[in-house]
């Protein structure tokens, strides 16, 4: 389970990333030769979703409770926003329904 949860975060920070980079150029006047690491983080992306050993639809319902945990370290640590209460109870939520579709038993 470790293995996959860090495979989650991984795969989530290469979309954060590339997403992050093209809001800087679009929302911040950054140079456009940030969308060149932009497209190759999403395509990190996109290859590390087909490491997951799980069906592509229940990979990516697991993968949104990974999302939400890294995007609020993402909020705290690179856009220096204090968590709240709500963003920690929201983030056990999503981790809890991460773990009861990631670690159903298989047939």
Avoid: N
Avoid at 44 to 50: D, G, I, N
């Amino acid at each position: 389970m470790l293995k996959i949860a860090a495979l989650f975060a991984v795969t989530a920070l290469a979309e954060i990333i590339g997403c992050y980079l093209p809001w800087l150029v679009l929302k911040q006047g950054k140079t456009a030769w940030l969308l060149l690491p932009a497209a190759a983080s999403l395509a990190l992306f996109a290859w590390l979703l087909t490491l997951h050993p799980a069906a592509a639809g229940r990979t990516y319902a697991a993968y949104g409770g990974a999302y939400i945990c890294v995007a609020l370290l993402w909020l705290r640590f690179v856009d220096g926003m204090a968590l709240t209460r709500y963003d920690a109870a929201g983030a056990v939520l999503a981790l809890a329904g991460m773990a009861v579709i990631a670690m159903q038993p298989t047939r």
